[in-house]
């Protein structure tokens, strides 16, 4: 079992954004893991989500992992996983989603957090090219979601933000430290309704 899993987007295995993001969470002494996933560029994504959604799945599921935070595809990735599995939180760093994402499939209870930046140029230009299934969250955060169970969503503004800013040094520990509050708080919330 692992406590936090963490999800790259695309053209990246994770190595300078959200590998530092479980860099940051291990020093908390969280347990967290790092699912092997394929590097997709954004046709390869498109054509191939599904097997990624299987693999986050069965990881996921092995691993019984609670938080899961990703960045861009990653946000997508997360999203269509846990239409499968149950999160306690998850954290999404400009995921390449729609801001009326449906969340009606969402398994569970979990708090969702968009982290998002109006000064992200490639969410933008994501979600303006043709063929291109992103969608613009990443700049806008979930502001108008489907989500029909009230499932507890927030949106974090980090205007100021490009996409992969989020993880360098300086801003890293920041969103570092909100990730494990986020967690903290919603594990101390849960041991407190289990006694």
Do not use: Q
């Not at 860099?23 to 996933?37: K, M, N, S, T, Y």
């Not at 990653?74 to 846990?82: Q, W």
């Not at 999404?92 to 979990?110: H, Q, V």
């Not at 919603?186 to 309704?193: A, G, I, P, Q």
């Amino acid at each position: 079992m692992i406590d936090a899993a963490v999800v790259n987007g695309i053209r990246t295995d994770g190595e300078g954004n959200v590998d530092e993001l479980a860099r940051c969470l291990r020093h908390f002494a969280l347990r967290v893991g790092d699912p092997v996933l394929p590097v997709r560029n954004a046709t390869t994504a498109r054509m191939f989500w599904r097997r990624d959604i299987k693999i986050l799945t069965e990881y996921c599921r092995a691993t019984e992992v609670r938080l899961i935070a990703g960045h861009s595809y990653g946000g997508f990735r997360i999203l269509k996983t846990a239409e499968r599995h149950e999160f306690d939180v998850i954290v999404l760093f400009a995921p390449a989603i729609e801001y009326d994402y449906d969340l009606s499939k969402i398994r569970g209870n979990p708090t969702i957090v968009v982290v998002h930046s109006r000064d992200d140029r490639a969410i933008w230009l994501g979600s303006k090219l043709w063929l291109h299934f992103f969608g613009k969250a990443g700049m806008t955060g979930l502001t108008e979601p489907t989500n029909p169970k009230g499932l507890r969503v927030g949106n974090i503004p980090a205007h100021g933000n490009r996409h992969g800013t989020y993880f360098e040094p300086g801003n890293i520990n920041h969103w570092s430290m909100v990730t494990y509050d986020l967690f903290e708080t919603r594990h101390h919330r849960l041991v407190r309704w289990l006694r």
